[in-house]
């Protein structure tokens, strides 16, 4: 158990430490692990009730996602194209599974920086949409 606590506890560290003061920012996870445990969304809604995150519904079929706050549904993607919608400037932050097939699609689609547990995107004007196991994000002035 204190293992566990001590994953969480250092993730909602480095999500502040990596959190951009200065542009906007949004979490996206996904759903669930295979080998490497990490924070879930359902812990980190918690934590961090006022931020936005978005959940890849990435081992379910079919795919969806949904981005929440805390515990309200703010809107829900279920039909293909999975088109993830995010600002045209600022840092996506990854919450997944280390060393996953998702981590390694996303790393090979876009260029992320590592941390221990979080991993980030940083989008500007110039950045184009990508895709990651089904899923499109998509830098556009409203998300």
Same mark, same amino acid.
Do not use: C, M, N
């Given at each position: 158990m204190r293992w566990l606590d001590g994953i969480? +506890?250092?993730t909602l560290k480095e999500i @502040?430490?990596?959190?951009? +003061?200065?542009r906007p920012s949004i979490i996206v996870t996904t759903d669930s692990h295979v080998d490497n445990w990490f924070m879930n969304w359902r812990i980190? +809604? =918690?934590y961090l009730p006022q931020r936005d995150v978005? *959940?890849? =519904?990435n081992n379910a079929s079919p795919k969806r996602a949904e981005r929440i706050r805390r515990d309200q549904s703010l809107e829900k +993607?279920?039909?293909?194209?999975?088109? *993830?919608p995010v600002f045209r400037e600022g840092r996506i932050l990854w919450? *997944?599974?280390?060393?996953? &097939?998702?981590?390694?699609?996303? &790393? &090979? @689609?876009?260029? *992320?920086?590592?941390g221990k547990y979080i991993f980030y995107s940083d989008i500007s004007h110039d950045?184009?949409?990508? &895709?990651v196991d089904g899923f499109e994000i998509v830098p556009q002035l409203e998300p």
């Open positions: 969480t +506890r250092d @502040a430490e990596v959190t951009p +003061r200065d980190g +809604r =918690y978005w *959940i890849l =519904y +993607r279920e039909t293909p194209p999975l088109k *993830i919450l *997944i599974e280390p060393d996953s &097939a998702f981590q390694k699609q996303l &790393a &090979a @689609a876009t260029k *992320i920086t590592p950045s184009a949409p990508f &895709a």
